[in-house]
C-alpha cells in the first residue's frame, strides 16, 4: 500500500486550526479593550484631579484674603447661600503703602446656565470659569468653637470655611462613575477690622 505524503488538511483540521487563530483574536481583543477602558479611566481621573485641585486652589486664595466680618460705615461680611452652593465676601484692595481703598464683592457660585461649572467674580469683573467637570460644591462656615461645620456665616471664634468640591468627567450612565473629592479648611486669615479710611465698597 503507497501512502500519499502530500494529501491536504482534512476539514477537521482546518476547523480546529481556525478555532485556535479566533481564539487568539478574541483574547488580544480583550486585552486591547481592557487596555483602551484602562488608559479612559485614566485619562478622566486625571481631569478631574485637575479640575478639582484648580477650583480649591482658587477658592482658598480668595478665601484666605478675607475677613468674617469688615466694618467700614457697615458690616461686609461672609454669608453662605443657595444650599450651600454659594459663598460671597470681600477681598482687599491695598494702596502703595499697604491701606485698604477698595473692598470688592467676590462670589464663587455653580453656573446657573450650567451645573458642571463653577464661577468666581470679583467686583465688577466678567464671571470666570474656574473650573470644570464640577458635580457638588459645598461652602459651610464654621459655627462657635469649630464644633461643627453648619453655619452660613462664621463664627467669631471659628473664621474658618469647610470647602468641599467634587468633579467627574465621566457620563452618568458609567458604571466606574466615582467622583474625585477634595476637602479643605480654609482660614479668613483678616481678622474682624473695623476701616478708618472709609474704603469704596465694589459690588457686582
Not at 30 to 56: C, L
Not at 77 to 89: E, K, R
Not at 103 to 108: E, G, P, Y
Not at 134 to 160: E, K, L, Q, W
Amino acid at each position: 500500500m503507497v501512502f500519499n505524503m502530500n494529501r491536504g488538511h482534512t476539514l477537521i483540521e482546518l476547523m480546529i486550526s481556525v478555532g485556535i487563530v479566533v481564539a487568539l483574536l478574541v483574547a488580544a481583543l480583550g486585552i486591547f479593550t481592557m487596555s483602551n477602558t484602562s488608559w479612559r479611566v485614566g485619562m478622566h481621573q486625571s481631569a478631574e484631579q485637575r479640575e478639582a485641585r484648580k477650583g480649591m486652589d482658587r477658592i482658598a486664595q480668595a478665601l484666605r484674603q478675607s475677613c468674617r466680618q469688615w466694618t467700614a460705615g457697615g458690616i461686609y461680611g461672609v454669608n453662605i447661600s443657595n444650599a450651600n452652593q454659594q459663598i460671597d465676601f470681600y477681598v482687599p484692595v491695598l494702596d502703595a503703602t499697604g491701606n485698604i481703598t477698595t473692598l470688592r464683592l467676590a462670589t464663587f457660585r455653580i453656573d446657573p446656565n450650567n451645573s458642571q461649572q463653577l464661577l468666581y467674580q470679583e467686583g465688577t469683573d466678567a464671571e470666570l470659569v474656574v473650573a470644570n467637570y464640577v458635580s457638588a460644591v459645598s461652602f459651610r462656615a464654621g459655627c462657635a468653637t469649630c464644633a461643627t461645620y453648619t453655619c452660613t456665616t462664621p463664627a467669631a471664634d471659628c473664621p474658618i470655611i469647610l470647602v468641599t468640591i467634587s468633579t467627574s468627567d465621566r457620563p452618568a450612565s458609567d458604571r466606574n462613575r466615582l467622583p474625585f473629592t477634595l476637602t479643605s479648611r480654609v482660614m479668613l486669615r483678616n481678622y474682624d477690622t473695623t476701616l478708618t479710611n472709609n474704603p469704596v465698597i465694589e459690588t457686582h
